[in-house]
């Protein structure tokens, strides 16, 4: 009784979702030459990840090191970012004038497409690796600044009343008062942060090369190999739950 | 300053000599003649690293791009050509031409698989960043093609002629596409267009876009045409999207194509490392061009490490069996070639400077630029005459040489600006 209930209510709605797809998937692969169907696609998957970790050559080497390959450069560009980003946030939420001085730039900077900051970063650091870390580091770092500046703004005038009653110093107020107030907002620029960090990876290494999964969708795309785009598209899909999920935890640890 | 460094033909060709009598004289001694026919590139590159031009690099970095005509490097490296020379090649995949020319200018990539055009382009700072280049060796003859979508073929446009009526009859966009601004696909695309009078610029909408996007874009009919190496060209007859118009041989026979391409900083303080890679590359090019060995070749660079490609889309084309989509076969004899008894591999200063009378043709260029100087300046003769000379390859006597191409016009180098200045279809 207990099971059919929960079967009704949390497992038969996504197992709908799935087959749906699937068949929405068939269907369309039934009608063009070029797009190969799921069974296909599942055949390809399963030789591919029967052997994830060789390496042949430095230009042919298994689906795992280049998902791990990736996951490291959004890992250093995120970290970065979060490093930098969620200080500054503290700062323009906290202090007017810095808000008011930086807001122009950020809301001009914010909306430019990822992709457009790889020249530049070419450029400046003169190596195609550094560039695309530095790609992951500017589009993750604005949800970043914005969320927690946005926290620190929201926070009740009363907090800081009853801060100021008692005589708080700054670091008091920013550790039992501030951080505690605004790790939500922070949590929530860090997951869409992180989202944006691995969409952006895939399309930076397409233009870079080297290992990751970026460049692999590439060279299958110089193949025309399509069930391997595909999987990369199941791939890069299903990291990006796995990192998103992580996240989600972390942040219910912080919530009060 | 480099310069004294760096060893001049005359003495660098006194000092070979020595060492080929050294090793007569070991010969006379050991009394064994044969051995000299059994062993002499072993001992002779051995006596090469072990003496003072050495390469000054061990590993040497080298970008490709997936393409049948990168075969000498891959070939080069798999056979291990280049460790009879003292170095190791490490190849490089690269994503794009605008990839390739980013690393080779940040030092990322030593060397690289490159266009022609692309290296003198960047030289001049069009198509990228001014910086100095050098071409150490031309890789690849022959072997691009220029393929038309099976659109036109349905309206009966197969040739260059029909196409051009097609062009003034019917008023619509004509897309046609190339790898890269400067490079050679689009130099070629350009003058078989403008043969038929089609002026490229204008007529018709040329853009850059990657191969592969090339044939899905002609996939959903958003492509007239385009110009590319193999095996893309092959592959649009193979996937019934287009078939193949005019190869680059009909447009001008033994055209140059890829070089063998570095920043001139490099050449300039890894003479030995330029060298060494020049021998290994002309060795494997050797290879290459025996015809008995073309099968495996072809099934080596399917790899995916390499092109990444279907074999049987290489191996046709590669062996010089060309059939062009319409339902004629032929043999061309002016398959894709890597060495032909190395007039592929010399470094013509002509082949270098009419990338330039079309790049001013085209108006990239705003002004005649001093083409002898620069071809001097980017094709480095004198390495390649030491190299080739160590491993007995043959080197023509004329810096220059004679072509003449489709619309039958001669090119030999002599009078660059005044033939640059020639053409009827032009940039305005």
């Not at chain 1, 042919?60 to 930098?84: E, H, P, T």
């Not at chain 1, 550094?130 to 949800?143: D, G, K, L, T, Y």
């Not at chain 2, 300053?1 to 050294?22: G, H, L, P, W």
């Not at chain 2, 390649?384 to 001669?410: E, F, H, I, N, W």
Request: charged share 20%.
């Amino acid at each position: 009784m207990k099971f059919r209930r929960y079967f009704g209510e949390h497992l038969f709605p996504p197992m709908l979702g799935a087959a749906l797809f699937l068949v929405v998937w068939m269907i369309l692969a039934q009608s063009s030459e070029a797009l190969p169907g799921p069974m296909k696609t599942l055949d390809s998957a399963i030789a591919l990840f029967s052997d994830p970790f060789y390496q042949k050559t430095p230009n042919d080497q298994g689906i795992g090191w280049n998902i791990l390959n990736s996951l490291g450069r959004v890992g250093v560009g995120f970290g970065l970012a979060a490093l930098i980003g969620i200080p500054l946030g503290f700062i323009v939420g906290r202090i007017q004038f810095i808000d008011k001085m930086t807001s122009p730039i950020i809301s001009m900077l914010r909306p430019v497409s990822p992709l457009a900051w790889l020249p530049i970063g070419l450029l400046v650091f003169k190596a195609a690796n550094p560039a695309a870390i530095w790609v992951i580091f500017i589009s993750s770092i604005w949800p970043m600044i914005i969320n927690t500046a946005m926290g620190v703004r929201q926070l009740p005038q009363d907090y800081m009343n009853v801060a100021r009653v008692l005589n708080l110093s700054e670091w008091k107020i920013f550790t039992k008062i501030l951080f505690p107030a605004v790790m939500p907002y922070m949590l929530t620029g860090i997951r869409l942060a992180v989202g944006t960090a691995w969409l952006v990876i895939v399309a930076a290494e397409m233009l870079t090369g080297g290992v990751g999964i970026g460049f692999w969708v590439w060279d299958e795309w110089n193949n025309l190999n399509v069930e391997h785009i595909i999987i990369a598209i199941f791939v890069v899909g299903i990291v990006g739950l796995l990192l998103e999920m992580l996240l989600v935890r972390i942040a219910k640890r912080f919530s009060y | 300053m480099e310069a004294s460094k760096i060893i001049t033909s005359e003495n660098f060709v006194s000092e070979q000599n020595s060492r080929r009598d050294f090793m007569k004289q070991t010969g006379a001694i050991l009394g064994a003649a044969g051995i000299m026919s059994m062993v002499p590139m072993g001992t002779r590159a051995a006596a090469w690293a072990a003496g003072s031009d050495a390469p000054e690099l061990k590993e040497v970095k080298v970008g490709f791009i997936p393409l049948t005509d990168c075969a000498s490097l891959v070939i080069a490296s798999v056979m291990k050509f280049d460790e009879k020379y003292g170095i190791k090649i490490v190849l490089s995949k690269e994503a794009s031409w605008a990839g390739v020319r980013d690393k080779l200018a940040n030092g990322e990539l030593h060397a690289a698989h490159v266009l022609y055009g692309l290296v003198y382009g960047v030289h001049l700072g069009i198509g990228g960043q001014k910086k100095d280049m050098s071409v150490l060796m031309t890789l690849s003859n022959n072997g691009q093609a220029i393929t038309l979508s099976s659109q036109l073929k349905d309206k009966g446009v197969t040739t260059g002629g029909a196409l051009k009526k097609l062009v003034d009859a019917e008023k619509r966009d004509y897309t046609f596409a190339q790898t890269f601004p400067t490079g050679t696909h689009a130099m070629w695309l350009y003058y078989w267009l403008a043969s038929h009078d089609i002026n490229p610029l204008s007529d018709v909408k040329t853009i850059t876009v990657p191969p592969p996007q090339m044939v899905a874009n002609m996939r959903v009919g958003n492509m007239d045409g385009f110009c590319v190496g193999e095996p893309w060209n092959n592959r649009a007859i193979y996937d019934k999207v287009g078939f193949t118009a005019a190869t680059t041989q009909d447009i001008w026979k033994d055209h140059p194509e890829k070089v063998l391409g570095c920043t001139a900083e490099f050449s300039q303080k890894y003479p030995n490392t330029s060298r060494a890679l020049i021998m290994a590359v002309l060795e494997a090019s050797k290879y290459i061009d025996e015809m008995s060995n073309r099968r495996k070749v072809a099934e080596i660079i399917a790899d995916k490490s390499y092109v990444n490609c279907p074999l049987e889309v290489i191996d046709q084309r590669l062996e010089g069996k060309y059939e062009d989509g319409l339902g004629k076969k032929w043999n061309d004899p002016n398959y894709m070639k890597f060495y032909n008894d190395g007039a592929v591999n010399f470094p013509y200063l002509s082949d270098g400077m009419w990338f330039l009378t079309q790049h001013k043709r085209w108006g990239m260029l705003k002004e005649d630029p001093d083409y002898l100087a620069v071809a001097k300046k980017i094709n480095q003769i004198d390495l390649y005459k030491q190299a080739a000379s160590q491993v007995k390859v043959p080197v023509p006597k004329d810096v220059m040489r004679t072509s003449k191409l489709m619309d039958g016009t001669v090119w030999d180098g002599k009078d660059p600006k005044k033939y640059a200045a020639s053409f009827k279809v032009r940039a305005s």
